[in-house]
């Protein structure tokens, strides 16, 4: 039931980028969560993404504050560098930062921590983020994921609907048209927002260079103490320490994601630069999640099973 | 400048839509070593010979365990040119909710056709819905030539086949492509198997299809979705309206009209965090602030004062059924989500259930299940501002929820009648002679007939024969034939509801200026819908001009009997799909003028007793 439009727009003038019509649809999203949600917060982690996120909010709202706080899940496990930018970059916008930490849990006997030497503390977050969630009355939750990291986010909706227990049912998850998101939930539920959805890695640094956003110092490469394992370069850092038979050497690093110290591998890179940054970005062969994520590499179902439970 | 092209794909489990999208992604490097690696491997796992490029985009467990896709899956993959957005859906008709919602809001539509099996069920259904969702490009991709030996002639059979059912489709683009996924040929790379094919591969077309004109940038829409209020030191008394531009374009100054509660304004600025702009144009997300204080609120829509959406509690709209827990039902009760406001509405009635293979209309049907799509009305608690689907998606769309379980249970788009939906920022020029003096002047005076019925019935007959007596008494009679008018008037339109109404109301148009001009229009249609037959009523009634409706009310058997033009036999033969009586409905008038039937009397005993009809309309 088409028909032409009957408009037409000769000289092209009418056009947006693909970078700033992906701007004007994450905008529109959280718009509409500000419309329709009474308790929104949006889960930071420090990584790129979340704080591509938080640049989406201010822009969102300006020149009205972001009406909404921000939740940080702590492991206990982070790079230095990512909590010092966290602190500094939430002051500056000046949004209210609630952190969530996983030592609570474990110290209250909510949740038992793997002690085994290789255990991360990645499963750990979903019962600590839950808490958070229920405790804060939040009924959405903005999360930065986006569809081109990994199999199964490349079917999760961007308004994505949690159960009581916060559980993810891929299997029945609501159809999502056009622009028009379903908001509607009953006390005790809520929705995941994934503004970013249809954005990649690229489209990400390309953004940050665009609007000269400031990210953590470990995104650009570095001189650091590595050490090789399960095909990875991990950095030695107070949460991870080589064993005795791996070999600890001096490398220009830099990292393509921001996890736990303990479970996020760095890439041998001379990029400094976001310009060459993206140029890598541009021209590699490898996803970032395969490339430096261990938690990614369980299994073939690995997310889809952890984000049924209600991880990220 | 990257450009953004969204995608949907459709198609069945083995017609090797998977293996096509793996293979543009593989061929586009949108795909990564380390998940060529896992593929690869799981491929030897199960003894496949070659890399299965489909195990890319079979995301979620359930579908590797049965080896099919179920859900809508987005994948991204970028040249220099542009950046590209699929969405893959799956084929089975109890997926249709699943392509409904990747079709959306895509750009183009991507149908894979079997070489093998030809246009099938499902290649129409996915045609079918593709045009009710108004998506502007179709390409359809002829897939397995390798296994039809790359037969010029098998192709151009399944492309004439296809074109014959998107005749009756409203789709104004469509493309042919001769590929074969698995080996690559006419994907990324010209085929030389297929040295016969004088068009472009696939990526090359996706890049290049011009969708710059798919935007409407004439009817200013802008539904407010939030209102920003600042209180800071440096914006101590900011009050903004923030939304997404739906169409046309805004400009600091223009007149603005806020509905739907009728005041007007103007724009005083156009603000985003990058400063003001000049111009907000589809799809861009600015704040308007307005000159005047007035209350707007989330669920307005401005527009401009002449130019403005219809306001309207009852809602006409074709709706595709997504709940499996309960059907859509007469009398039942759900929240309509459209555009920034969400109003309660009461399903008043199901017209009927569509068919999609053969568009054949089910007006018996009271209930839409999972995956039916159908033609409904429905009565708002308040009313909504909305707009023809085909001129604007974002006005002419809504979701369905339903207020038990808060599922997104349907969505819609959107009919505005012609008659409502009349341009209004067309200003007519004052009328410079009245119609009396007109007619007195010219010792005439002006009326029109349509004569209804089946193919077959008698309609051209009869009204010939009244055009004929009309005009050798002295007086002006023209007949506007069903068929003539399909040659030249309405040559671009083909036989899909929609068209088939554009058709009825171009003619309708037509009679009534003849009528104005004091000539007796006589129009001869099948016109089947009862709803289009009072249109034209209401075209001539609203002006006041006299009108009459003539059924031939000749039984099927019987113009399948006459078979004038040999169309019922070839409608048998299934070559003409929704063809009226045989496999589209024809609704007999309810309330007809003068009814003929064969045994009415001879050709000229009918004739006169039109005649006589006309004489007593025009007392």
Redesign the interface.
Known sequence: MSTPRTVTDPGGHYRLSQLRALEAQAIHIFREVAAEFERPILMFSGGKDSIVMLHLAKKSFWPAPIPFPVLHVDTGRNFDEVLEFRDRHTAALGVRLEVARVQDDIDAGRTVEDLSPRATRNRLQTPTLLRAIAEGGHDAVFGGARRDEEKARAKERIFSFRDQFGQWDPKNQRPELWNIYNARINKGEHIRVFPLSNWTELDVWTYIHAEGIDVPPIYFAHRRQVFQRDGMLMAVTQHLSPDPDEQVFEEVVRFRTVGDADCTGCVESMADTIDQIIAEVAGTRLTERGATRADDRVSEAGMEDRKREGYF | ????LRLATAGSVDDGKSTLIGRLLYDAKGI????LD?IRR?SEQRGHHETDLALL?D????E?EQGIT???????F?TPK??F?IADTPGHSQYT??M??GA??AHLSLILIDARKGVIEQTRRHAFLS??????HMVVCVNKMDLVDWDQGRYEEIKSDFMEFAAR????DITFIPICAVRGDNVVQRSENMWWYDGTPLLNHLESVYI???????DPRFPV??V???Q?P??PD?RGY???VASG?LRPGDELLVLPTGTTSRIASI????GEVA?A?????V?VTLEDDIAVT?GDILCRPNNRPTMTHDIEA?VCW?DERAPLSEGRSY?L????RTVRATVQSLQYRLEINGLHRDDTASTLELNEVGRVSFRCTEPLLVDD???N??TG???V?DPQT???AG?G?I?VLATTHASPNVVRHGVRLSRSDRFAALGTSGATVLFTGLSGAGKSTVAAGVEEAYVNSGRPAFLLDGDNLRHGLNGDLGF???DRTENVRRAGEVARMFADAGSLALIALICPFEEDRQLIRALHEEVGLPYAEVFLDTSLDECERRDPKGLYRRARAGQLPSFTGIDSTYEPPTNPDLVLTPGSGSIPEQVSRVLELVEGLLR
């Open positions: 400048m990257t450009e953004l990564f070593e380390d998940q896992a799981t985009t995301g979620l467990r359930a590797r179920i859900d809508v899956a987005y994948r991204y970028a542009r950046k957005i909710r699943n409904v919602t959306s809001s045009s009710m969702l108004g998506v502007p489709l409203n789709v104004h710059g004109s798919d935007e409407n940038f004439i979705q939030y920003i209020r600042s800071t440096e914006n900011f923030a939304g997404t374009v603000v985003t965090a990058d111009e144009f589809p799809p861009m997300s704040v989330r074709t997504m929240f989500k459209h555009s920034t689907y085909t001129t998606r974002t769309s809504f979701i929820i808060n599922a997104t969505a788009v009919r899909s509801d929609r």
